[in-house]
């Protein structure tokens, strides 16, 4: 996949082992760049703090985004790529196990452009993350690199 780089935010360690065990059985082979907090998510995103050094331009080719997460929660990370012109675009998936109505209607109005909620099942979990590459990261044509100037 063209190095095509994914960025989960995911604070349960159980929950990351299970994300990352389920692109290795659908071998989904991208860089998974994983932060466990909403502000390292936001640190990564805007290259900030530990993440300084890192290229602006290689934004993560989808953000999968948990929304109960410590220091910053997910909505406001979202709220926050939304508010920034050089990721506005990137395209952020909702990853949860959150079965509250108003965190999916939240999600949308801020601008995720999908939303899962983690099924309990390991099968159906690789079967959605599987869906999830295939759509994505193979299907989707992203926004251009550097919010459209070539």
């Given at each position: 996949?063209?190095?095509?780089?994914?960025?989960?935010v995911?604070?349960?360690?159980?929950?990351?082992?299970?994300?990352?065990?389920?692109?290795?059985?659908?071998?989904?082979?991208?860089?998974?760049?994983?932060v466990?907090?909403?502000?390292?998510?936001?640190?990564?995103?805007?290259?900030?703090?530990?993440?300084?050094?890192?290229?602006?331009g290689?934004?993560?080719?989808?953000?999968?985004?948990?929304?109960?997460?410590?220091?910053?929660?997910?909505?406001?990370?979202?709220?926050?790529?939304?508010?920034?012109?050089?990721?506005?675009?990137?395209?952020?998936?909702?990853?949860?196990?959150?079965?509250?109505?108003?965190?999916?209607?939240?999600?949308?109005?801020?601008?995720?452009?999908?939303?899962?909620?983690?099924?309990?099942?390991?099968?159906q979990?690789?079967?959605?993350?599987?869906?999830?590459?295939?759509?994505?990261?193979?299907?989707?044509?992203?926004?251009?690199?550097?919010?459209?100037?070539?």
């Amino acid at each position: 996949m063209q190095n095509k780089t994914i960025l989960l935010v995911e604070d349960n360690p159980d929950d990351e082992a299970l994300t990352l065990r389920a692109f290795q059985k659908n071998k989904i082979r991208n860089e998974v760049a994983v932060v466990r907090d909403g502000a390292e998510a936001l640190d990564y995103l805007f290259c900030r703090g530990a993440y300084a050094s890192r290229d602006p331009g290689a934004l993560p080719a989808i953000t999968l985004l948990d929304l109960k997460l410590p220091k910053v929660d997910g909505l406001e990370v979202l709220k926050q790529i939304r508010a920034n012109p050089s990721t506005r675009l990137l395209p952020v998936v909702v990853l949860t196990s959150s079965r509250e109505e108003q965190d999916l209607i939240n999600s949308y109005a801020l601008g995720a452009n999908s939303y899962i909620r983690k099924p309990v099942d390991f099968n159906q979990f690789i079967d959605a993350v599987r869906n999830l590459e295939l759509y994505w990261l193979v299907l989707n044509e992203g926004p251009p690199a550097h919010g459209g100037k070539s």
